[in-house]
């Protein structure tokens, strides 16, 4: 009930989260679709009529997107986690702070509505404070396509008599930009290239999702797309990916806590460079097909990780990953090389017990810890999930506040945590 609550009301509710660490954690956990792919495949449903998207995650950042979506006049209908999306009777409207600020990906509609109505008018997006995060790639390439882009304080309009194909090289590989660009030239005229494009499993993931529509991308999963403008999209049924980030989150829980915990319903080739660092730690986990069994060692070696695009050590891993090194035996260092203030757990991980300096990019760790619950704040998504990761380690209680940030990501987490064992549950203050 209070999850519900936080999902629709956000950062109006702030319970907090207890743990009494120090559980072992047996059994099964689910994985959800993929945060990073449903919200991107959520404003691409616009570019389509009738559209069905499954394995839609329960986080706030949809329950966010469905808003936008209703604010615009799209009918949405939830089966589960089964999302319908009918675009037909869409008006476009000034998307305003009241409804971009909640998330990110809300700037998703940029390249959704330019493709679809030729203009938009929207707001600076939200989502956490981890770095800059400029969105230059995204209006830039919009440029290319022929748009015209003015802003006035927070508010953005970009808008095209027509929009034709263009050649796009991305400074950065990012994430972000390709999406937006990708969808803004599904109706271009001619083609687009789209050069040191981010290959993700979630842009993947979109693709799929377009190309069966009707659109015509090529080249999933490398670094050079090339989208050949059509007139209409039509349909188009498409599965959430697992989520890597959830998935990586709760091997980490196994290989600390864990008694054969099996993280199931994922994707291990979308968690290569994880894996890799984890076999050179000395951890103990099995992959099978479409999932991995974890165990507690009682001995880990340090490592030194740098996060990278994909398909190298993801950034989203980072800060779960942190908590792991503090039970290593000695110095783990870990560069951060995406985001330029992504290390926001160190200091409520340090109060908890642990010994992490900060130079620059770069964190040193030094192991091995024994961490002791206190009382915590989730600065940010990923944070939040180093935290948790944390208490359920520490010896005694954990009070871990601020948790809306963790609901923007982690489906069902009490629910998922409390299943294998883990003596975790929501408070209000
Ligand atoms: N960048 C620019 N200019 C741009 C775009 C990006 O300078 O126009 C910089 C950013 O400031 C950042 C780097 O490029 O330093 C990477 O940014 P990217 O655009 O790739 O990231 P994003 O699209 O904002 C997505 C995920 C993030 C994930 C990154 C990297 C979504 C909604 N968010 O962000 O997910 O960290 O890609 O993989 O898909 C999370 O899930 O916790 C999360 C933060």
Not at 75 to 96: A, C, P, Q, V
Not at 174 to 180: D, E, I, K, R
Not at 215 to 224: F, M
Not at 413 to 429: F, N, P, R, S, Y
Request: charged share 25%; proline share 3%; hydrophobic share 40%.
């Amino acid at each position: 009930m209070v999850v519900d609550k936080l999902i629709r009301f956000g950062s109006d509710f702030m319970d907090q989260i207890k743990v009494i660490g120090e559980q072992t954690l047996s059994g099964k956990i689910y994985i959800s679709g993929s945060k990073n792919s449903a919200v991107s495949l959520i404003p691409a449903a616009i570019l389509s009529d009738k559209v069905i998207i499954d394995k839609v995650p329960k986080i706030s950042d949809v329950n966010s997107l469905k808003e936008i979506l209703e604010y615009l006049n799209v009918d949405l209908k939830f089966e589960g986690s089964r999302l319908y999306i009918d675009s037909t009777h869409m008006i476009n409207k000034d998307i305003t702070n009241e409804y971009s600020k909640k998330l990110r990906a809300s700037y998703y509609f940029m390249g959704a509505l330019l493709a679809r109505f030729k203009k938009v008018v929207i707001s600076l997006p939200g989502g956490c404070s981890i770095g800059k995060r400029s969105f230059d790639f995204h209006l830039n390439g919009f440029e290319k396509l022929g748009a015209k882009v003015t802003s006035e304080g927070d508010l953005y309009t970009i808008e095209a008599d027509s929009l034709k194909g263009a050649d796009i090289h991305l400074p950065f590989p990012s994430v972000g930009a390709t999406v937006n660009i990708m969808l803004a030239a599904v109706f271009a005229e001619g083609v687009t290239t789209i050069e040191n494009a981010a290959s993700e499993p979630e842009i993947g993931n979109l693709i799929e999702f377009l190309n069966c529509a009707g659109a015509k991308i090529e080249g999933k999963d490398t670094t050079k797309l090339t989208i050949t403008g059509v007139n209409k999209l039509s349909g188009g049924h498409v599965e959430v990916i697992p989520d890597r980030i959830e998935a990586g989150t709760y091997i980490l829980a196994g290989v600390m806590n864990g008694k054969n915990l099996e993280i199931c319903d994922i994707r291990p080739d979308h968690l290569t460079s994880f894996f890799d660092k984890l076999r050179e730690m000395g951890a103990n986990f099995e992959i099978k097909e479409t999932s991995v069994v974890t165990n507690k060692v009682e001995h880990l070696k340090p490592v030194n990780i740098e996060t990278a695009v994909y398909p190298g050590f993801a950034t989203d891993l980072q800060q779960p990953i942190t908590t792991l090194l503090l039970m290593a035996d000695g110095v783990s260092t870990l560069k951060e090389t995406i985001y330029e203030n992504r290390f926001q757990n160190t200091k409520y991980l340090n109060e908890m017990g642990a010994d992490i300096t900060i130079d620059g990019d770069t964190i040193t760790v030094k192991g091995p810890t024994k961490l002791n619950g206190r009382l915590v704040k989730t600065s940010d998504l990923r944070a939040g999930a180093a935290l948790i990761l944390a208490a359920l380690s520490a010896h005694g209680e954990t009070t871990i506040t601020d948790i809306k940030h963790l609901l923007r990501g982690y489906s069902n987490l009490i629910q998922k945590l409390t299943d294998v064992g883990a003596k975790i549950w929501l408070e209000d203050e």
